[in-house]
């Protein structure tokens, strides 16, 4: 065993809606191992700002514009990809949102537009880059999945629906092509601080932490939020050769939230 086990040098690494947040932390580790790196959004600002942010850490990332709902727009990015930089070595589905409103009230519309972005992305991401990783003869998926995954809560009937479906994909991918040495894991954040989780932690009026900040910290055994730089280890772990005999599994950052019942009031 050597740090090699670890190196991404010569590897192109795909991160999806890696502007900033999550996805820009790990593609940033991807690129200190030694990784091409290239991102995309669905907005021509946004990937100008993570150009930006990768310029400024020393990083040479190329940026695409690209939903990652239209698998037309997908083929053709992968081709770029391919044609600019490398065949798609490692790809991490990171792109995603979340619609904060109680079933109840959440026209299908929103709900769709959910699952289309969080799981049919990843799906169709995959699915454009996989033939190439069997031809030659391996690669590795990372879904970024979430705690949503495995538990519930009000309001994110949608998200809890496509991180929980994203959790089955992860496995039916490792399933489907783990023959080909294709590796598809899953890193499952804890509540990480991010412009995703802004609106849970703002200071309310009268200066005290949101409800919901305060509740996430004392449901934390680490008691604190997790930041996007927590997941740029267990990231790297799952996209080199040290993880070559790992599939289909859910790694969770979470501070130990998932394995916590709660303090006694
Ligand atoms: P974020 O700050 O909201 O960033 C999301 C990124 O995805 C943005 O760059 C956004 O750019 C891009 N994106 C959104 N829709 C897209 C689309 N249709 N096609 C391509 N790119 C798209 O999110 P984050 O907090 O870093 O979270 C990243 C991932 O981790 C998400 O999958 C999220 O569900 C998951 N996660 C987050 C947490 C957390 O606590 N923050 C915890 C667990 C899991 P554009 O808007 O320009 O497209
Ligand atoms: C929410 C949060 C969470 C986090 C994350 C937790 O509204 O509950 O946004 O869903 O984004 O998914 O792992």
Redesign the pocket.
């Known amino acids: 065993m050597t740090d090699e086990m670890f190196s991404l040098k010569g590897k192109t690494a795909w991160v999806?809606?890696?502007?900033?947040?999550?996805?820009y932390a790990i593609a940033k580790a991807y690129a200190l191992c030694g990784a091409k790196i290239v991102f995309?959004?669905?907005?021509q600002e946004?990937v100008d700002r993570?150009l930006k942010a990768y310029a400024e850490d020393g990083i040479d990332a190329k940026g695409y514009v690209?939903?990652?709902?239209d698998e037309q727009a997908v083929q053709e990015c992968v081709k770029r990809i391919t044609e600019e930089v490398g065949p798609v070595d490692i790809l991490v589905n990171?792109?995603?949102?979340?619609k904060r409103i109680p079933m109840t009230e959440m026209d299908a519309a929103d709900f769709r537009r959910v699952i289309d972005?969080?799981l049919t992305?990843a799906f169709i991401a995959s699915k454009a880059v996989i033939p190439s990783m069997i031809e030659r003869g391996g690669g590795k998926i990372i879904n970024?999945?979430?705690?949503m995954s495995e538990l519930g809560r009000e309001t994110v009937s949608a998200?809890a629906a496509a991180?929980g479906g994203l959790k089955m994909l992860t496995r039916n991918i490792a399933s489907e092509y783990g023959a080909y040495q294709i590796c598809c894991n899953g890193i499952?954040?804890?509540?990480?601080a991010?412009?995703?989780?802004a609106p849970l932690r703002e200071i309310q009026p009268d200066g005290s932490r949101h409800p919901f900040d305060r509740f996430i910290i004392s449901k934390t055994p680490a008691g604190r939020w997790?930041t996007?730089e927590d997941l740029m280890g267990p990231a790297v772990f799952l996209a080199s050769a040290a993880s070559d005999f790992i599939n289909g599994q859910i790694l969770y950052v979470d501070g130990g939230i998932l394995s916590y019942i709660g303090r006694q009031p």
């Open positions: 999806t809606g890696a502007a900033y947040g999550i996805g995309n959004c669905s907005r946004t993570g690209c939903d990652v709902t990171n792109a995603g949102i979340i972005v969080d992305g970024i999945c979430s705690m998200y991180k499952g954040p804890g509540y990480i991010t412009e995703q989780t997790g996007p």
